[in-house]
């Protein structure tokens, strides 16, 4: 079965530093691929999504990921954190050639922002 | 467009009582999901549906879980004979017929407490 890993439960940064948040899948195929925040109260907010093309992609409020297949891995990245970063990320992925359209969520990584 | 929204936001219930919750989704979207979250955890996907079709079903749904979607619009997910164990965060989401890429739209969600 197919499976997402975030292996950093919990992760705290400076303001101002860069952020690097880990995922990782376990499938033969490419799935496709998200990531998304939860900060308290809220619902999933959807930060970026990964279908095919251009391994690079940027997403909302200054967020960006890298796909690398030979590393099944699908790394969340921003180049200076904002105290509003604060709160929970997930990575999660779809099988879509398997015509499921259940998303297979990540435990999550709790991000703590330090002034 | 005002989003996926959910009733009740919260839902404390004593064991053995049963519970209904209400998800609207966003009102072009033909598609609609129910997972569930436990603290610490990431979504775990329950059901899904396509118009008013359960199309898709986890082994999470026990016989004591039940979804209806009867005009294809809003849905409701009821919980009967409520075990200490369903105490968990409900959360729905709902995607566009026009998006093939499984982009989907969480509501707030209904944390529910069975005490």
């Known amino acids: 079965a197919q499976s997402v890993t975030q292996p950093d439960i919990h992760i705290t940064v400076s303001e101002g530093a860069s952020l690097e948040l880990r995922c990782n899948y376990s499938?033969?195929?490419?799935?496709?691929l998200f990531w998304y925040v939860q900060s308290p109260g809220q619902g999933l907010q959807l930060l970026l999504k990964?279908?095919?093309?251009?391994?690079l992609v940027q997403g909302i409020k200054g967020f960006e990921a890298e796909f690398k297949r030979s590393q099944s891995s699908f790394n969340l990245r921003k180049p200076s954190v904002h105290w509003s970063d604060a709160a929970e990320y997930f990575c999660?992925?779809?099988?879509?050639?398997?015509?499921?359209?259940?998303?297979?969520f990540g435990s999550g990584t709790r991000l703590q922002v330090q002034p | 467009d005002t989003g996926v929204s959910q009733n009740p936001r919260h839902k404390i219930t004593k064991r053995g009582q049963n519970v209904t919750f209400r998800c609207d989704p966003i009102?072009?979207?033909?598609?609609l999901y129910w997972y569930r979250q436990t603290l610490g955890q990431g979504p775990e996907f329950l059901t899904y549906?396509?118009?008013?079709?359960?199309?898709?079903k986890s082994r999470l749904l026990s016989d004591r879980f039940s979804a209806e979607r009867p005009k294809g619009s809003f849905s409701t997910l009821e919980i009967q004979r409520t075990e200490q164990g369903d105490s968990a965060m409900y959360l729905c989401?709902?995607?566009?017929?026009?998006?093939?890429?499984?982009?989907?739209?969480f509501g707030p969600g209904t944390r529910l407490t069975v005490l």
């Open positions: 990964y279908f095919s093309g251009d391994t």
């Open positions: 989401a709902s995607s566009s017929p026009l998006d093939s890429y499984n982009e989907q739209f």
């Open positions: 499938y033969g195929a490419t799935p496709y």
């Open positions: 549906f396509q118009n008013e079709a359960q199309l898709e």
């Open positions: 009102s072009e979207h033909n598609r």
């Open positions: 999660a992925v779809a099988l879509m050639d398997t015509g499921r359209r259940a998303l297979t």
